[in-house]
């Protein structure tokens, strides 16, 4: 394994707990320091939020995305302290996408940490609570999804929005246009059609007004070219171009994940291990159902890091 294929991914929505990086930060202060940077940036305590909850607050989606971006971004900082590797490309899933362009030297960090709580805000109030829904089907391929999706519309939205891995699909939109969609995939063969604890339907067509005010706020946030290339979640490709990467942003917020396809572009770009900086495991369990060729592994603890570092090493 050398440093050439190696490419770093970012969570999104989805990996926050309480207690998260408590192990790591007894031991190392640059967690607790990057903390400390988010919460004057935020101007509340966002450690005592990631350590002691409540659950239902760090569950809102605008509490929700400077946790996990900070989580990553004190990661990425504490592996860039204890190692002088840097992975050639990185990737982010959804809100994952900012943690990469920061961590990129792309973005400001606590610029950025305001921007994805004021992203948050967006997504919940572009469609009033209960309106919207999103559900994982499992076991069903791609085109049926999509078909059913189709057939369960009518004069309301209903799309896959999450293109996970093989077989895992999240799809979203009005809440009985999804309750049909999940239908229809069971009549297909789904094993399961999974309602999602969340309240909007991300990455739809409704998200558009979402990404109109959020197009606004990027307007005074220095954008740069990344120092590293990163994969974007709208087309799957690298973008080095600061305007073309606010746009790219912009339309992420209503466009789909297809996270199968970044993956793949990692992978043809030359990654053979992809390392999940951020809290939880859920991208390196997905990388396994993508591409059994790739390794996946996670920055969760000093071990963790210190391992993958030696065997970079060498």
Known sequence: MTAETVAFVFPGQGSQSIGMLADVAATESLIIDTFAEASDALGYDLWALAQNGPEEQQNLTENTQPLILTASVALWRLWCRRSEVRPAQMAGHSLGEFSALVCADALPFADTVNLVRQRGRFMQSAVPVGVGAMAAIIGLDDEQINNAC???????????????????????GHAAAVQRAGDLCKEFGAKRAMPLPVSAPFHT????????QLAEVLKDIRVQTPSVPVIHNVHAKAESVPEKIRELL???????????????????????????????????????????????????????IDSLNAALST
């Open 150 to 172: 189709e057939q369960a519309a009518g004069n309301e939205v209903v799309a896959a929005v999450n293109y996970n891995s093989p077989g895992q699909v999240v799809i979203a």
């Open 205 to 212: 067509a409704l998200m558009r007004p979402a990404g109109e």
């Open 250 to 304: 912009v339309q992420q917020i209503s466009s789909p994940v297809p996270w199968v396809g970044c993956v793949e572009a990692l992978s043809r770009n030359g990654a053979e291990h992809l390392v999940e900086c951020g809290p939880g495991k859920v991208l390196t369990g997905l990388t396994r159902r993508i591409n059994k060729s790739l390794q996946g592994s996670s920055l969760q603890t000093l071990d963790n």
